[in-house]
């Protein structure tokens, strides 16, 4: 288990791989990012980002020692580690942020977390964001429940829910 030092979001390539990448659906085509460059999945740099949508890059994720995030057009959705880094309302306004706790997670069902997500994400086209302010506890940050609703090409209509994130695919 990692201690407040460590960092949470330091994945190695292997498990980006065998715990994220072989958990999407096969249509999604990833193009890994290292140092801001793109690089063959037999890269020795480590991964810091994914992107799924070739030159468009509308639709990729971000692995970053204080936070991973996926984007998706306009949308951020974070993960935040708040023990090594201070985020304040204005770095977080506008994205969406999963606000449950995660660090007891293994690294494998953080990255099958992020996995089932990005497949809810493959083909959309529209998204809608709302959210609703969670009740403040003492000593923390403005919270938020967030609802989308998206229109994807590719994903079946439902209901999903990831902690204060509910989405509806129409």
Not at 23 to 48: G, H, M, Q, T, W
Not at 119 to 140: A, H, S, T, W, Y
Not at 144 to 160: A, C, H, P, V
Not at 164 to 170: D, E, L, R, S, Y
């Amino acid at each position: 288990m990692n201690t407040v030092n460590d960092h949470y979001f330091k994945f190695t390539n292997d498990e980006i791989i065998e715990y994220f990448v072989k958990n999407l659906r096969s249509d999604i085509k990833c193009e890994y990012i290292a140092d801001d460059i793109k690089v063959p999945i037999s890269c020795k740099k480590i991964f810091n980002g994914i992107i799924f949508d070739g030159l468009c890059e509308n639709f990729f994720v971000m692995f970053l020692e204080t936070k991973v995030s996926i984007f998706i057009y306009d949308n951020e959705v974070m993960f935040l580690d708040e023990e090594l880094e201070f985020f304040g309302n204005s770095d977080v306004d506008g994205c969406i942020v999963y606000e449950e706790a995660f660090k007891h997670l293994s690294h494998k069902d953080f990255l099958m977390l992020l996995a089932k997500l990005v497949n809810l994400f493959k083909g959309v086209q529209k998204i809608e964001k709302k959210q609703r302010r969670m009740p403040i506890q003492q000593g923390d940050h403005i919270k938020y429940y967030y609802d989308l609703t998206i229109s994807s090409r590719f994903t079946l209509s439902g209901k999903y829910e990831f902690g204060n994130i509910k989405i509806t695919v129409a």
